[in-house]
Every structure is written in structure tokens, then in C-alpha cells.
């Protein structure tokens, strides 16, 4: 086994897990061995047959509907990872992945809609399981990052290496944001400011989008979760289908500041989401305005192309980052790093 | 002690090496205990005092002429690091700092314009004497990293770890191309392009000019070292104190096959010198074009503001990148990393 081969597991088969699935495919020392959801388990040491999975997620017994986009999940009471040939029905799925983890490198958490404490809380159960390894997660909410901190002591002494918020934002532009500061001795501020275009892809990521609805003013986690799926498309109508969104609470600020690049206050998170156009509303842009050694006040600037979907700028970051943790956690640094003190391996 | 407090050392008292110490103080866990160049060293384990040290080193006995820009180096016989209260003459300065390692954690090796197995000959002797630590230096051709590779096997046994080519470019520029990569899942094209504005940093800053003449068609390191002050200001003269070169062989292109990013070939490195401006002739640039994986081709950018000097986006790196490589060390992983497997810390 080369030093860089990596087996993996996805617990969630949402956009985000079965599109990671999917790009994993691209890279020939990623292995993915398992993948949950809610009510099933795929697990194959040699590895997933991930197009059948996926197939089997998306068709189901009969080809799912959709809008003449992109593929999305299937939500029937047989589909899902358990209508996979390798997938079996389970009360307990992360349990069955915990059980298999001897022979797992890494761990994406990709449930970014969940709870609060819910990925702390699997997080736990890894711990308490006897994982050592990576563990990798995609959240989005500043306030989860403390509860995994609080885990740093327990996730050194089971070997583990905790990557929070390792997606697009925070994630790539958090990175970003940390290396385009390097010019300055000081940094005064950081703006992240992201487009989103999901016509093709709304069906596939709702979650996602409720997410998102639950930082609009009057709504939290809660009552976002809550809302029914002709609740949010009301709140999309009233919107015209695309909604911006300013000072979200993305937890790039505590992740930069964690990495000593600015205080968190310092950090603004907004965007805008167009989900009637595959078309980026607008451009992603991380910009940082610091001071030079030498007493200039400068701004360095990072810019997606409109072209990266932003189930390109999460994913290929995701797997970026899970290598690269899979590397520290083989030197044997272990506890909570966020993705501003690791660079994505490609 | 914290677990990010650091004491180094900077060899080579040049442009480089001096702002270097310069920057440091703006780092509270960065404390530089010892400095030399090719007359003397210094080495005060409770922290060098910077601006003694500097002032020394830039106006000796008498304050040193300038044209009215910064400070530049004397160069007479008492000159240099000698001339500093804490500096002493000596015939093996590097020797001395070896043999003061055990309180130093890291070395910024500041020498570009040497020939190019200098730097990898330096290694040897910290080998050899027995340092565990980190190394880190500022070097631009490619040709280097192949003979750094050659010694991983004894850096790994000797604890040592290594970062090469962290700079601006390579350094900083390649972490930057690392970076906007991960939106791909095929990486076709890295282009890099700098502007430097150099008027009243020229004189201090000789080497580095000497370095990118040895770029020019006809000329190669060992012509380039051997031109004197004269014919180096006839060249400059030529171009109208403008110089633009192309296709230079920088190291981002092994760095970042290293990385597993893209094929050196991918990568092309050039830019633009004025000498007679402090205004940059062209923006700093890092373009990256690949494909994603839902078939899109894009292109990636990152991009420098003009009022970033090129002395703060080779020092801010260089120590993050040490910053950094001290916590792998730390960690207990040893051996040759490249920018695009480190994110520099701040």
C-alpha cells in the first residue's frame, strides 16, 4: 500500500455525499469502502461500487423524476443506500460504519443540516467506538466548532484528527482567506462573498437550501427545519427565487481566528443563492485587506470562476482536505484542525 | 512555554534576510536568536535585539549612503553582522549557528543567489552536526528540489524537516495555485505572473536582480554571478530598467507536480522588474484552469494588490511557512515539503 492510499466512508448520501462519492472516483488513492443514510449501509472493504450506488440511490427500482436536470436522491421508504446491491437495511447505520472502521482512513461527515450537536455527538461515537483516524466534517455554523474543541483532549488520546468545516464556506475560502494574508503583518478585514446557482441541482440540495433560509432573519435551525417543502418554496417565491443573504454566522470567522490570521469579528460571510438559474448570481470572492510590514494598506483578492459549481468548490475541497488530515494523522497529529492550519492535498 | 513558540535563525543578511528579521517582530511567537552572513554571526539566545542589529548591518560606523530609499547593507570589511554589539568575526559563521542548535528550532536559509547546490550543502552540514529541526528556504530553480529529494532519507533519520522554495514564487504563489486548484478534478494549466517594483529596494536587493538576469536568454547563474556591478546596470540600462522575462525555471513546477496538482510542464512562471519604479509594472497573478468534475472548464484567480511589496510577499511566507513546518516537525514529520503540502501559518 502506497503511503498516500486512503479508504473512506460518507455518512450521508445528500448532494454533498454522493457528488464526494463521485469525485472520489478522480482520485486513484481514494478508496470509498462505505456509505450510510438514514435508514441503510453499504460497506465493501475492497471498495464501493460507487456508480451502482449511486444508480441505485437515484433510479431506484424505477428512474426517479426530476427536471431535466441532474439526477437527485430517491426518498421512498426502500430507497436510498439500502436499494444498492451492496446495501443493506439498518436501525443503526453509523454504527454498522463505526464496527467496519478498522479498515477506514477517513470519515466525511457530509450532514450539513442537521442539529447543532449532531456531528459532535457522532463524533462520540467514534471515540467510544476505538476509531482512530480522520474524521472530516462540512459544516457551516460558527458555534459548532467550540463543541468540537471541547472533544480536542478525547480525540488526542483515540488518535483522531478532526477537520471542522471543510467544505466550500467555510473550507476553501476559509484557506483562501489564510493564505491570501500572508502579504500582511496585520489583517484588518475579510470578506467572503459566494454565488450559488442551482437550477439544476435545487432538487438534490435541499438541505443545503434550508440551511441557507435558516440565516434569513426571523428563522433559525430550528424553524428551518421545520418548515415544510411548500414553506420553503413560498419563501423561495417571495424571493423571486433568489435570495442574498449578509453576516451569516459561517464559521470562517472562528476558524480564522483559531489560526491566529484575524478575531473573528473581523470575518463577513454573504452571498447570494439563485435557485431558478444554473448562472452564478454573482461572483465568489474572498478579499483581504491587511497591512504590510513596510506600512502599506493592501487588499489580495481569490475569485472563483463563475463556471465551478458549488458542488465543485465543496467536494473537491472536501476530499483536499480529508487527504491532507489522512497525512497528519499518519505523522501523529491528532485533536481539531481547521482548514486554515492545512492546505487541501490535491 | 507555548507549543507555538519558536526561536530561529536567519542566514544570509541580504534584502531577504534582514526584512525577515524585520517581520519577525511583528510575530510574538517568532523569536530570532541568531543571524549571520559571510564575516560574522550573532547569537543571543534570549532573542536578538532586530533593530540593533539591523541598524548595524545598514549604517555602520558612518549612516550608509542611500538615494533616498530604504536602508541598504554596507558591504565594507567591518561591515555586516560584525559590525552589530552582538556580533562577533568568525571564519565558519554557519558553523557557529550549527553548533548553537540545540536552541534553535528552525533556519531560514535567506541565500538565493548562490550556486545551486549551496543550499543543499548548508543541509549537510546541519545534518551532520546533528540539528533536529526545520529548515526553510527562499530558493527559485527547479533543479534544487531534486537534490533536496535526495537527502529526504537523511533529514527523516536526522529529524529534520524541510521546506523548499517558500518564497513568493516559489512559496506563496504556489500555495495560491495548490489552492485554486481544488475546484478541479484535472488541473490544465498553472500560469503564474509577477510584477515587481523595485526602485527604491534596488540597491538592497542586488541579488535577487542578478538572480532573475541569469533568466534572460544568454546568461545562466554562473554568467549572471560573475557580471560586474557595471555590466549589471548595462543590462538594466538596455531594457530601460524594465526587464520582463518568461518562462523562467521556477520551482512552482516541481512543486506542484510534487503535490500531485498537475504535470510540471503545466506550469509556466514569468513576469516583469522595474527598477526604476516602486509602482509594480504588472499585477501579480496566479490563473489555474482545469476541468470539474460536472464537466465545466474554468479558470481560478488569485491576485496580489500592487501596494504589496515584493519584500512582504517573501517574508510574511517564508515565516508562515516556517511558523508552520515547525508544528509538522513538532508533530514528528520529517523529511522535504514543498509550499503545496503546507499551508503557511500566520
Known sequence: MDDTDTTFAVIGTGGIGRRALEVSQYKPDLTPVAACDKHGVAIDETGLDVEAVLAAIEDGPEPAETDGGQEVKRHGPDDGVVAAEEGTASDDPIGAIIEASDAIDAVLLAVPNYEHDFIPRVADRFVEGGFSGVLVDVLKRSRVIGMLEERATAFEEAGITFVCGAGATPGFLTGAAALAAQSFVEVESVDIWWGVGLKSGYEDNRGTVRE??????????????????????????????????????????????RAGICAADAVTVGGVLDVRSDEKPTTTTVTVTGKTFDGERATNRFELDDATSMEANVNGPAL???????????????????????????
Not at 328 to 336: L, P, S
Open 212 to 257: 441557507d433560509i435558516a440565516h434569513l432573519e426571523g428563522y433559525d435551525l430550528e424553524t428551518a427545519r421545520n418548515l415544510s417543502a411548500a414553506e420553503v418554496e413560498e419563501i423561495v417565491d417571495d424571493h423571486g427565487g433568489v435570495i442574498e443573504f449578509t453576516d451569516m454566522e459561517h464559521a470562517d470567522d472562528v476558524l480564522l481566528e
Open 320 to 346: 483536499g482536505y480529508l487527504k491532507a488530515a489522512v497525512r497528519r494523522n499518519r505523522a501523529g497529529e491528532y485533536g481539531v484542525l481547521g482548514p486554515a492550519e492545512i492546505l487541501p492535498a490535491f
